[in-house]
C-alpha cells in the first residue's frame, strides 16, 4: 500500500508544481526619481539576464498604472495589476541581447510598496498559455523608442514658438487681434469695413502657416495614440523622420485652409450674402487657434512628462474641442442673422452645406479611424 502510494504522488508532483525559480531580481532593483518639468517621476529598473537558462520563462507580477520600458523603448503599458509569463527565447529574439534593463514606471513608487516582482521559473506554468501570445503581440505592438516622440513634440513647439514670436515682432496688432480670446464672440468683421479684408496677403497667410503646424502637430498626436503602427511602418519613429512629416502636413493642411476659404467665397457669392466670407472664415479660424494651442501645450507637457496620460487626456481635448467647434457654428449662426438681412432658413442651409455637414463628415471619419 505505502508502495502504491509512493509511486501514485511520484506521478501526482509534476502536475501539482507550476515551475522551479531558478532566479529572482527581488534584490537587484533600483529606484531613481527623474525630475522633469511638472514633478519628480520615480521608476525602479533592473538588469535581466536573458542569456542565463535560456529554456526558462521569466514571470512578471506588476501592478496597475505602470509603464515598462525595455532598454528605452515602450514594452507594455499596465492598466491593472497583472501577472504573466514570457519564455526567455522570446526576449533574445526579440532584442537580441544577453542583458536587457527593463524600467518601470510609476507614480506610487515612493509612496508605497508595490506588488512589483520578477522571477524566472524552469517550467511554464501552463495555465497561462493563451495569455502568453497575447501578451506577445501586444509588446510588439507598441515597442517603440519614447525619446524621439519627446525631442519631436519639443522640437515642433520650440519651431511654432519661435514663429508666433516673429510674428508677433513683425505683426503686433494682428496678432492680438487674431488670438484674442473675447474676439471668438464679436461681430464687427461682419462690417464691410472689417479689418481682416485680405485673406492672401502675407500677414494672413503667415498666421495660418502657424495654426496649420498646430493642427499638423495635433495629427501627429493623434496617430501615436491611434495608430502608432502606422508611423512605424510609413515613416518611422525617429525625431528627423516626423519632424519631416509634420512640415508636410503643415504645408498640406495650410493648402487645405486656403481651398477651404474659398469654398466659403463661392457658396457666399451663390447665395448672394456679400461678403460674409472674411468674417465667417476668421470667426472660425479664431476658435480653431485658440483650442488646439492649449491642446497642443497639453499634449507636449504629458509627452514630456507622464505619457501614459496622453492616451485619456487627448480624446478628451478632441471631444471638447467637437462640441466648442459645434458652438461655434451656432454661435456664428446667430451673429449673422443679428448682422444680414437674410432669412433664418437661408442663413441655416448656407452654414449646413459650407461648415455643419463637411464637419460632421470629418468627425465620423475621424471616430472610425480612431477604432
Known amino acids: 500500500m505505502r508502495q502504491f502510494l509512493f509511486i501514485f504522488f511520484l506521478f501526482l508532483l509534476p502536475s501539482l508544481v507550476t515551475g ?21 517621476i520615480s521608476q525602479k529598473e533592473v538588469k535581466l539576464a536573458v542569456h542565463s537558462f535560456p529554456t526558462s520563462y521569466f514571470q512578471f507580477e506588476i501592478p496597475g498604472n505602470s509603464t515598462v520600458f525595455i532598454d528605452g523603448k515602450l514594452w507594455q503599458l499596465i492598466l491593472s495589476d497583472t501577472s504573466f509569463q514570457l519564455p526567455a527565447a522570446y526576449f533574445k529574439e526579440a532584442f537580441g541581447m544577453d542583458t ?18 520578477i522571477t524566472k521559473i524552469s517550467e511554464k506554468d501552463f495555465q497561462e498559455a493563451d495569455g502568453a501570445s497575447k501578451y506577445i503581440q501586444l509588446s510588439e505592438a507598441k515597442r517603440f523608442q519614447m525619446q524621439p516622440l519627446k525631442d519631436f513634440f519639443a522640437l515642433s513647439l520650440f519651431l511654432t514658438l519661435s514663429l508666433v514670436a516673429v510674428y508677433r ?48 502637430q495635433s495629427l501627429i498626436a493623434a496617430l501615436v495614440v491611434y495608430r502608432m503602427e502606422w508611423i512605424q511602418g510609413w515613416i518611422g519613429a525617429t525625431a528627423l523622420s516626423l519632424l519631416g512629416f509634420w512640415g508636410l502636413c503643415a504645408l498640406g493642411i495650410l493648402l487645405l485652409t486656403i481651398l477651404k476659404f474659398n469654398v466659403i467665397r463661392l457658396f457666399s457669392f451663390l447665395f448672394d450674402l456679400g461678403k460674409v466670407e472674411f468674417a465667417h472664415f476668421f470667426y472660425l479660424l479664431r476658435l480653431i487657434s485658440i ?27 478632441m471631444r471638447l474641442l467637437f462640441w466648442v467647434y459645434l458652438l461655434g457654428i451656432f454661435g456664428l449662426f446667430l451673429i449673422m442673422v443679428s448682422r444680414l438681412n437674410f432669412k433664418k432658413y437661408h442663413l441655416f442651409t448656407y452654414l449646413c452645406i459650407v461648415e455643419l455637414v463637411p464637419f460632421l463628415v470629418l468627425s465620423k471619419w475621424l471616430m472610425v479611424l480612431t477604432q
Open 20 to 40: 522551479q525559480v531558478v532566479e529572482t531580481y527581488d534584490q537587484n532593483w533600483q529606484t531613481l526619481t527623474n525630475p522633469t518639468l511638472g514633478a519628480s
Open 100 to 117: 536587457l534593463l527593463l524600467t518601470v514606471v510609476n507614480d506610487q513608487i515612493n509612496l508605497r510598496d508595490l506588488n512589483l516582482r
Open 291 to 317: 483650442g488646439f494651442a492649449l491642446v497642443i501645450f497639453v499634449t507636449t507637457f504629458l509627452v514630456i512628462n507622464d505619457f501614459r496620460q496622453l492616451s485619456i487626456v487627448f480624446p478628451m481635448g
Open 169 to 216: 515682432r513683425v505683426y503686433p496688432y494682428l496678432l492680438g487681434d487674431l488670438l484674442q480670446p473675447l474676439s471668438v464672440i464679436k461681430s464687427e468683421d461682419f462690417s464691410e469695413s472689417g479689418g481682416l479684408q485680405k485673406v492672401f496677403s502675407i500677414d494672413i497667410l503667415f498666421f495660418l502657416l502657424i495654426v496649420s503646424m498646430l493642427l499638423a
